[in-house]
């Protein structure tokens, strides 16, 4: 069982927004602003797509951000496009372990 | 360009051994956090592991404390993963991947499968 909760699934059309949650703990989400985001395509390298709740590695589109409210983290997906169909992984520091992960959330472009 | 390459997964029984291996080019390796990652069959990511810098503070996940050892050799930029007792639930594709900041990691290997089976 992942330590955070996502959706196991969204959907989305083209140019449409979706948002994926992440809840967790006051614990680690709740508690430390260290929550990250990973796009990850089959077969493919896991890719961070924001780190720090709402920061965007060099080279990441500024359709992406994240966020975070309370014990609930979010990635928002803006102007949906058919490459961004992946599954999403959020990842946060906790207290009891450095690094945990949520159990993902596939990510299905109408 | 960063570069980091796997080395050592394949087939092993359950209770064997095995030692994976991460070959880091394109960046001052001796100057990051170096985390292994893996993801079995079906499932999603999973933290295994961490080890500073300078090899002074370890992580391992509860799932592999006591049976997995971490450890790097900086001289030669590498990163190492000592797999010992080997269960079945072991079997994953392995990444090797840099911390670029608290549990976040912007660079990864391709990943090496091991797979535990009898």
């Known amino acids: 069982q992942s330590a955070l909760t996502q959706p196991a699934s969204v959907s989305g059309s083209p140019g449409q927004s979706i948002t994926i949650s992440c809840t967790g703990a006051s614990s680690d989400v709740g508690g430390y602003n260290y929550v990250a985001w990973y796009q990850h395509h089959p077969g493919k390298v896991p890719r961070l797509m924001i780190y720090?709740?709402?920061n965007r590695p060099s080279g990441v589109s500024n359709r992406f951000s994240g966020s975070k409210s309370g014990n609930t983290a979010s990635l928002t997906i803006s102007g949906l496009q058919a490459e961004d169909e992946a599954d999403y992984y959020c990842s946060s520091y906790a207290s009891t372990s450095p690094w945990v992960f949520g159990g993902g959330t596939k990510l299905t472009v109408l | 360009d960063v570069q980091l390459v796997e080395s050592g997964g394949g087939l092993v029984k359950p209770g064997g051994s095995l030692r994976l291996s991460c070959a880091a080019s394109g960046f001052s390796f001796s100057g990051y956090t170096m985390n292994w990652v893996r993801q079995a069959p079906g499932k999603g990511l999973e933290w295994v592991s961490s080890?500073?810098?300078?090899?002074?503070?370890?992580y391992y996940a509860d799932s592999v404390k006591g049976r997995f050892t971490i450890s790097r050799g900086n001289a030669k930029n590498s990163l190492y993963l000592h797999m010992n007792s080997l269960r079945v639930e072991d079997t994953a594709v392995y990444y090797c991947a840099r911390s670029l900041d608290v549990a976040a990691a912007d660079y990864w290997g391709q990943g090496t499968l091991v797979t535990v089976s009898s």
């Open positions: 720090d709740v709402s």
């Open positions: 080890i500073s810098d300078t090899s002074s503070y370890i």
